[in-house]
């Protein structure tokens, strides 16, 4: 059984760090492509970050590029976001995705191509 299991949201102020950390088990062998979608209420869901199963490819969406920052534990299954120089606009719920791509060095950019799923975290910044 596949689980994606995010972890680390919370609340913060304006300018404060925080870090998502997510895992994603039950698919031995697979090569996971994974990312980082956030979601606002009556808004679809939108891309953050994504991360080639190598770890050596990564993308990110322009409005936190500089200031976020994924990286991975290859042999854990696990990537990590850090989160810095908050902003009220971060503020959503945070998913985790993971898709077997089948090669080391391929990541997706959109939800429809992952299936795996967690279960959402929040991250509110006020300001």
């Known amino acids: 059984q596949v689980q994606v299991l995010e972890s680390g949201g919370g609340l913060v102020q304006a300018g404060d760090s925080l870090m998502l950390s997510c895992a994603a088990s039950?698919?031995?062998?697979?090569?996971?492509?994974m990312g980082w979608f956030r979601q606002t209420p009556g808004k679809e869901r939108a891309f953050v970050a994504a991360?080639?199963?190598?770890?050596?490819?990564?993308d990110y969406t322009g409005s936190v590029r500089g200031r976020f920052t994924l990286s991975r534990d290859t042999a854990k299954n696990t990537i990590y976001l850090q989160m810095n120089s908050l902003k009220p606009e971060d503020t959503a719920t945070y998913y985790c995705?993971?898709?077997?791509?089948?090669?080391?060095?391929?990541?997706?950019?959109?939800?429809?191509?992952?299936?795996?799923w967690g279960q959402g975290t929040q991250v509110t910044v006020s300001s």
């Open positions: 991360i080639s199963g190598s770890g050596r490819r990564t």
């Open positions: 039950g698919l031995p062998g697979a090569k996971l492509a």
């Open positions: 995705a993971a898709e077997d791509a089948r090669n080391d060095n391929y990541y997706f950019t959109i939800p429809r191509a992952y299936d795996y």
